[in-house]
């Protein structure tokens, strides 16, 4: 696997390494031990799948507090989606910035995302899936959101937004009272 660090501390696109023939071919997606060489947390504990059935479907921004803090290792198994996150830890020099990429079923690229990253998407194809590993179990008192379209991070969505939850239209303006 090749581990590029983006212009947001902590946060990878990783590439897998295709081992190809005749037949397709075979990738890891995931090596212990390569993650800890990058000081990367290991401890997945949790997979989730999450199925878009229309392009421009908009789901984010969402992560979940402290003590439940989570990593979150994406990608798009079917479809393709843009990708984007934001660094929420205050003590950070990327702070309040934010990340894109275009992670799909043909380019097999991951993003991992660190503990303090909000993290959410949006699909540029029909029947998009997306996997996720997650490093802590859904703790429903931690979880939280920004808005996706929260002025205060300037977000730049490929498509207009499509299907958008109720819950992810209401989280409040970033610096007001959550």
Known sequence: MKFTEIKLKGAFIITPDLLEDERGFFARTFCMREFEEHDLNSGLVQCNISFN??????????????????????RCTSGAI???????????????QWFAAELSEKNHQMLYVPEGFAHG?????EQSE????????????????????????GIKWPLPAGVVSKKDESYPDWGTKR
Not at 53 to 74: N, S
Request: hydrophobic share 35%; net charge positive.
């Open 53 to 74: 059935k229309k392009k421009g479907t908009l789901r984010g921004m969402h992560y979940q507090a402290d003590p439940h803090a989570e990593v979150k290792l994406v």
């Open 82 to 96: 843009c990708d984007i996150i934001i660094d929420l830890r205050a003590e950070s020099p990327t702070f309040k």
């Open 121 to 125: 998407y949006q699909t540029l194809e």
């Open 130 to 153: 997306v996997f996720y590993q997650v490093s802590a179990f859904y703790n429903p008192a931690s979880e939280r959101g920004v808005r996706w379209n929260d002025p205060a991070f």
